[in-house]
């Protein structure tokens, strides 16, 4: 499903974000790619969002070459991947309905559509009493469930979930992580990036270990380990 | 179409929630679409006082006493065909010694000496007046010439007072091109400043909201359905200015009206009154076009992403 060719990201001497990395994600994969801060786990998930362009390499999602995408083409490719940050990237100014009507919006969905299915997906991440609620009267926990309702509303094909636990405590990690793992049951594609040891053990599946820019571990079953 | 009710609603909706950032925004297209209202006022003032000074602006052509009336009818008509005349009236000479008695009724002296001559003294004369001040110089010209269409006008003339009044002429014609342009140079200033503030502002309101429409990027919002919105509620600041400004100038030129009106030359009131409805297109297209360009620009830095 992504295709990472010797790809490198290098803003100048001293700072080598991605260092002649190749991997492969198969679609229906729970990935999650660790290691510390600056490793570069960031830098290769905006790649595939073509949030970042590669200094060398190539980045394919199926057959599309994403750093050579025009900007109409990169909004399609975008609607395909759900996305969750760190920082949640709300809407601030919407209410939680608002955020993920938005996002369905943005794909061009029927307002009925949006009337049916914000409920309902509101109601699978356990937020159905803070429908009307603005992100800022919502705790981290639940911003981050928010955004992954939003995330998942328009049935992507792949999650990109980038340090989606950095700013919860204990609980809300394993919600999340809980949350994340049936979604993938579901069918979908979904990279996480982090550098929480329990959250990778609790899940057991395919781990990518990256230091200094480059993948020094790739295991079927992995755990934390650097 | 439900695209466009989308944008034009979650215009409105981000209208409301911005709060404090709405009204100083609409405050400062305020201010903008008042200086425009004042400008338009301001040149109304100036135009009408130009225009009646250059009214009182006009040459005399004073005939010769026994010139008969048919040559100076000639004469009349040929200025008429110069694309220079706006109008020229005849004053024969009797009613150039009726309005002479008139004007000099108090003046015991001069009509008793009138009285002694008997006869009138006092040849007919035209009034010639031209379309602008600086056209009666080509008409002197043409009355000097002695061309085949006047064929001996030159001597049933009198005499022209466009010499006499040369000085005051060509004066007066400086100040009135200078106070055009003068006014014009002024309008552009005030414009352009008014409008770089209210792009600033404009500007800073939406990069209060860079994160979102980053984010709104992200999930896949296309440029119009991102950019939309904020064209929506920069149409709302001008709107709600233009409302602003309007109602501000109604007790304004009410007050000028009644007491500048001997001032000005011009009541105000009745000119604000009575070009409501031009002044409010002018000033609603100016605002409104101005907030959603000032939007339209302003969001594309945030948009290539």
Not at chain 1, 13 to 37: Q, R
Not at chain 2, 20 to 49: C, D, E, N, P, Y
Not at chain 2, 129 to 153: P, R, W
Request: hydrophobic share 45%; no cysteine.
């Amino acid at each position: 499903m992504i295709y990472f060719n010797n790809v490198s990201k290098i803003y100048n001497e001293d700072s080598v974000a991605l260092d002649d990395v190749t991997l492969t994600i198969t679609a229906g994969e729970f990935v999650s790619i660790v290691g510390h801060s600056g490793a570069g786990k960031t830098t290769l998930v905006k790649m595939i969002l073509a949030d970042d362009v590669p200094t060398s390499g190539t980045v394919f999602f199926e057959s599309i070459n994403i750093p050579k995408l025009k900007n109409k083409d990169l909004t399609k490719l975008r609607r395909r991947i759900g996305m969750v940050f760190q920082d949640f990237k709300l809407l601030s100014n919407k209410t939680a309905y608002e955020n993920i009507a938005f996002a369905m919006e943005a794909v061009g969905k029927s307002n009925e559509e949006i009337e049916s299915d914000v409920p309902h997906v509101l109601e699978l991440v356990d937020l159905s009493n803070k429908m009307f609620h603005f992100p800022n009267q919502m705790s981290g926990g639940e911003q981050q469930r928010l955004a992954i309702a939003r995330a998942i509303i328009n049935q992507p094909e792949l999650i990109i979930a980038d340090e989606p636990t950095g700013n919860l405590d204990a609980i809300n990690t394993y919600e999340i992580v809980q949350i994340l793992k049936k979604i993938n049951d579901l069918g979908t594609t979904v990279v996480l990036t982090t550098h929480n040891r329990g959250v990778v053990d609790s899940i057991g599946k395919r781990v990518i270990t990256m230091e200094k820019g480059r993948v020094i571990r790739d295991d079927k079953s992995g755990k934390y380990i650097i | 179409m439900t695209e466009l009710k989308r944008i034009i609603k979650a215009g409105f909706v981000n209208f409301s929630r911005s709060g404090i950032i709405s009204w100083a925004a609409v405050l400062v297209v305020t201010i903008t679409l008042s200086v425009i209202t004042a400008i338009i006022l301001l040149q109304a003032v100036l135009h009408f006082s130009l225009d009646q000074i250059k009214d009182k602006v006009d040459v005399a052509i004073y005939f010769n006493v026994d010139v008969p009336e048919s040559k100076i009818m000639f004469l009349k008509e040929s200025l008429e065909n110069l694309p220079e005349v706006e109008k020229i009236s005849y004053i024969s000479a009797t009613e150039a010694l009726k309005l002479f008695r008139e004007r000099h009724q108090n003046d015991y002296p001069t009509i008793q000496a009138l009285d002694e001559i008997k006869d009138n003294p006092l040849g007919g004369y035209l009034n010639v007046k031209a379309k602008e001040v600086s056209q009666y110089e080509s008409i002197a010209n043409f009355l000097k010439s002695d061309n085949a269409l006047v064929l001996g006008s030159t001597s049933i003339i009198d005499k022209v007072n466009y010499n006499q009044n040369k000085t005051v002429i060509d004066r007066l014609n400086n100040i009135i091109s200078g106070a055009q342009k003068l006014g014009f140079l002024i309008t552009m200033i005030l414009v352009i400043v008014s409008i770089i503030i209210t792009f600033n502002t404009i500007r800073l309101a939406i990069f209060i909201s860079k994160e979102e429409i980053g984010v709104m990027r992200l999930v896949g919002a296309s440029k119009i359905r991102v950019r939309g919105p904020f064209m929506v509620e920069g149409a709302i600041y001008g709107i709600i200015a233009t409302i602003v400004t309007l109602v501000i100038f109604w007790p304004m030129t009410a007050y000028l009206g009644r007491n500048m009106t001997n001032f000005l030359g011009l009541n105000i009131y009745d000119y604000y009154v009575s070009n409501l409805i031009q002044i409010s297109i002018i000033i609603l297209l100016s605002g409104v076009l101005l907030g959603m360009i000032s939007s339209f620009i302003a969001i594309r830095k945030y948009l290539n992403k």
